[in-house]
C-alpha cells in the first residue's frame, strides 16, 4: 500500500463524539479503540479512545484518539483539516454547512479573490476546518 499521511486529531476526552460527529457528516467506516482494549486498562480513563479511523467513499482518512492525562493538551490554530476539490461542488458546501453547526465560521463559504470559493470555520469540538472548491476554467 506504500506510505500515507493522515491527519490524526488529539482530543481531551470527547474523540469518540468528534469522530462520530465526522463519521456522521463524511460518512465512511468507522474502527475504534479505548485504551483498554488496546491492553491499556491501568490507565486513569481506561475508556477513552485510544485509536480511531474514519475511512470515507470519497478516499479521505481521519484519525482521532484521546490524549493521555500525563500529555498537556492544547487546541490551538497551528493546523487545520484541509478539503479541496473540483468535482462534486455541492458536497464539499453541504459538508462545510455541517461542520460548522454549533461552530464558528471564520471565513463564509464564498468566491475568494484566487478565483475559488474558499471557507474556513472552527467545529463545535475546536477543530479547524478550511474548504476550498477549485473554479473549472470557463
Not at 490524526?8 to 456522521?24: P, S, T, W
Not at 493521555?68 to 478539503?83: D, I, K, Q, S, Y
Not at 465560521?105 to 470559493?117: A, F, I, N
Amino acid at each position: 500500500m506504500g506510505s500515507q499521511l493522515n491527519p490524526c486529531l488529539a482530543f481531551n476526552g470527547n474523540a469518540r463524539h468528534a469522530i462520530e460527529f465526522y463519521q456522521d457528516v463524511l460518512g465512511g467506516q468507522l474502527e475504534m479503540g479505548t485504551y483498554a482494549e488496546y491492553g491499556s486498562p491501568d490507565v486513569p480513563h481506561p475508556d477513552k479512545i485510544m485509536h480511531a479511523t474514519l475511512r470515507t467513499s470519497d478516499g479521505y482518512t481521519l484519525m482521532a484518539w484521546d490524549v493521555r492525562e500525563e500529555m498537556p493538551h492544547t487546541p490551538g490554530n497551528n493546523v487545520a483539516v484541509f478539503l479541496n476539490g473540483d468535482g462534486d461542488a455541492a458536497k464539499l458546501r453541504d459538508y462545510f454547512e455541517r461542520l460548522s453547526a454549533d461552530g464558528t465560521v471564520t471565513l463564509p463559504l464564498e468566491k475568494q479573490s484566487w478565483g475559488d470559493e474558499a471557507g474556513s470555520l472552527v467545529d463545535r469540538f475546536g477543530i479547524t476546518w478550511m474548504v476550498n472548491i477549485t473554479q473549472q476554467p470557463s
